[in-house]
């Protein structure tokens, strides 16, 4: 079982930033892709960005590539994402999910609870 908590939402101005974390529980931190997914108002939760449980591979949404950085440090048990340049179109609830042996992109095993980001113009 892996417990998820997100932290660092708020509210930001356009242009601005905000770091997001996602501390995870259990031992075996390491062996779980994470990835990042949003759900704004009205509609569907969608994918932000992953990074792979070896490599480090990342994989971002099309509309945030360039501005948003997902990263991670295994001996934290946490996953970051960073995000630049901030548009309100990025206001969501901000998730962070977990998956061991699938895809976390499409099947993750675990969600946090959701971290409100709201991008003022």
């Known amino acids: 079982q892996v417990q998820l908590v997100e932290s660092g939402g708020g509210l930001v101005q356009a242009g601005g930033s905000l770091r997001l974390s996602c501390a995870a529980s259990?031992?075996?931190?390491?062996?779980?892709?994470m990835g990042w997914f949003r759900q704004a108002p009205g509609k569907e939760r969608e994918f932000v960005a992953l990074?792979?449980?070896?490599?480090?591979?990342?994989t971002y949404a099309d509309s945030v590539r360039g501005r948003f950085t997902i990263s991670r440090d295994n001996a934290k048990n946490t996953v970051y994402l960073q995000m630049n340049s901030l548009k309100p179109e990025d206001t969501a609830v901000y998730y962070c999910?977990?998956?061991?042996?699938?895809?976390?992109?499409?099947?993750?095993?675990?969600w946090g609870q959701g971290t409100q980001v709201t991008v003022s113009s």
């Open positions: 999910a977990a998956a061991r042996s699938g895809s976390v992109r499409y099947n993750p095993d675990y």
């Open positions: 259990g031992r075996t931190f390491g062996a779980y892709a």
């Open positions: 990074v792979s449980w070896s490599e480090g591979i990342t």
